[in-house]
């Protein structure tokens, strides 16, 4: 079993799409959660329910992870002051609610603050998915930890050596028998999700191209995303708001610095983003 966990959505959902596109022409079976009431708080069972290859586990709870069978992964983590940025203009915006009802409410009262309110309500409403942050296991073997910034800088090489670290790269170079048994994979598992088909399963446990990946990775970077707009350029509305880290002290005021401190004393040192909680 493979797995990706990470603490902040949009951070996750970023990969989401790649790690489908790869389980897709892999023949794997992938399913996305986000929190516990998706699996009735039985990851492990949910898992084998569902039969599940490849887990994305976004805000994900280390007391739920611990429960898994044997897996290799990887787990993605973003400074804490930068993921209360994101949030709130994801909150404020661009989050859809339709899956998440209790949005709704947080959306309204945003909406009737200021900026410096509402990051402040963004900080408190932060408080289940920081304390999972800081209770994670950082000492796993088997799950290589990978910081967002690094994904962000150097998409190809992180994202290459996740993918190496599950065992799931072929260096090789790829023949057009190999794409094109992929791209019909891709393209039947997708059918398969839009209608419902039971379409054949293909056998899993294959290796996807380093080429291939990296092509992925290229159809899904940020400017695709948001139609040629680049990183650092902001669109406050838009889910992929602007693709920068440090954005957070453009938007930290004393004052907020010191309830983030207050409210969460030692995370951002203890996650390596400071040497200490004077920042």
């Known amino acids: 079993m493979f797995a990706l966990f990470g603490h902040h959505k949009c951070a996750t959902m970023s990969l989401n ?15 996305a959660v986000f929190d516990s009431g998706m699996f009735q708080g039985n990851l492990s069972g949910y898992c084998a329910q569902q039969d ?11 007391e739920h992870v611990k429960s898994l069978p ?83 800088e150097r998409s190809y090489e992180t994202l290459l050596g996740a993918f190496l670290h599950l065992g799931l790269i072929n260096e090789d170079a790829p023949g057009y028998g190999t794409l094109l048994g992929s791209a019909l994979r891709n393209s039947l598992a997708s059918a398969r999700q839009r209608i419902g088909s039971p379409l054949i399963r293909f056998q899993a446990g294959k290796c996807i191209h380093a080429t291939e990946l990296l092509s992925l990775v290229w159809k899904y970077r940020f400017e695709a995303r948001t139609r040629g707009r680049v990183k650092g350029q902001e669109d406050v509305k838009n889910h992929y708001r602007k693709g920068r880290p440090g954005d957070w002290s453009h938007y930290f005021t004393p004052r907020l610095k010191d309830e983030f401190k207050k409210r969460y004393p030692g995370l951002v040192p203890d996650l390596g983003y400071e040497i200490s909680d004077n920042w």
């Open 70 to 152: 044997e897996h290799l992964g990887f787990h993605i983590i973003r400074d804490p002051r930068d993921i209360v940025v994101s949030a709130y203009f994801s909150h404020l915006h661009s989050h859809p609610t339709d899956a998440w009802p209790e949005l709704e409410p947080h959306r309204e009262a945003l909406q009737s603050l200021n900026e410096e309110d509402g990051l402040s309500k963004e900080i408190q409403f932060r408080e289940k998915s920081f304390r999972h942050m800081a209770d994670w296991n950082y000492s796993q073997p088997e799950v290589l930890e990978i910081r967002f910034e690094s994904f962000v």
């Open 52 to 62: 599940v290859d490849f887990l994305l586990y976004g805000n994900a709870n280390y």
């Open 17 to 31: 799409t790649i790690t489908g596109s790869v389980c897709r022409r892999l023949g794997l079976t992938h399913a």
